[in-house]
Each structure stands twice: as C-alpha cells, then as structure tokens.
C-alpha cells in the first residue's frame, strides 16, 4: 500500500469546498456525513465554531461530553474525520468510546482511518488519558482490522438491540 500523506486539522473554513464535496458523496451513498450539518446551505461559519465550542466543552448538547474533532486532510482537502471524546459517559462507555472516525467514500480502503488513528493516539495521551475505548459493529471488519492494527485488545462484545449488529469493545493501551 502507497505512503498515505494525511494531516490533522481542526474544522476549518478553509475546508469548506471539500467538505461540502465530502457531504455529497455521502449523501449519494445514502448516509449522512455524521458531523452535525444538514444542508450545504447551512451556516458554515457556525458549524466550524461549533466544532470548537464542543473541543472546549461550550454549549454542548444533552447527553454529549467533550470532545476534539479533527478533519483528516490529504492534497485534495478534507478526507475524513476523527474525533477523541474527552471523558466517557455511560451511553459511549457502550457503544462509541473516545474514538471515532468516518473516511469520505472515495477515500476508504487506501490507509486514511489507519493513519488517523495512528496520528490520533499522542492527542490521547496528551489528555492524559492512559487507555483509549473504541467500538465498532461487529459487520465492520474494515474497523476492526485498524483497531487491532493499532494494538486494540477485544474486550467483550455487546449484543445489538432491534435487529441491529452486535458492538465490539476494544482498548488500546497508551
């Protein structure tokens, strides 16, 4: 697999154009990007803020913890994200953990969410977090492939609720 060369960022205005294209592409596969924007028209400006308001712990919204969103960039703008949460409440201790992140359709399968994750463990420890939680269903063998490349050890798996996939829990030391 070719060197993946993938930055970082925090949520941007910058990034706009391609994340909108991000957003497209998503919404053509029939999901939703996952970041809190509706519409392209949306006030994107305020998105970005909010972003940031959320890394800083300012007007979350119920149920939410803090968390620090980064926008995986490569040469043609936003690829991804990656978001560490700060702390854990009993809903993510569950399902979600301190790490997540979603790769734009196009992008997928070429390294992005390995090397994000990989780029993502410092920020961990530089929260002085000693362990992180990630999860993923248990139909995602592309997620649990990064997590255990990462060094993710299997804790258990909980049973999926209504039909839905069953979610593995790992931790990866830090």
């Not at 909010?50 to 043609?76: C, H, M, Y």
Request: one cysteine or more; proline letters at 4%; a negative charge.
């Amino acid at each position: 697999m070719k060197e993946i060369n993938i930055q970082l960022k925090e949520p941007s205005v910058e990034y706009k154009e391609s994340f909108l294209r991000a957003l497209d592409e998503y919404t053509r596969e029939g999901r939703s990007l996952d970041e809190g924007i509706a519409e392209p028209g949306d006030d994107f400006a305020a998105f970005v803020q909010s972003k940031k308001d959320e890394s800083a712990g300012v007007n979350l919204k119920d149920g939410r913890v803090p968390q620090s969103t980064f926008w995986i960039v490569d040469g043609d703008g936003y690829a991804g994200r990656i978001s560490i949460r700060h702390t854990l409440n009993e809903k993510l201790l569950k399902k979600g953990g301190h790490i997540g992140y979603g790769i734009i359709p196009s992008k997928r399968g070429q390294g992005y969410a390995t090397k994000a994750l990989e780029l993502m463990l410092p920020r961990a420890r530089a929260l002085d977090l000693k362990k992180v939680l990630l999860t993923c269903d248990s139909t995602n063998t592309a997620s649990k492939k990064i997590i255990e490349g990462a060094g993710g050890f299997l804790e258990n798996e909980i049973p999926g609720e209504d039909g839905m996939p069953s979610t593995l829990r790992f931790w990866i030391e830090l």
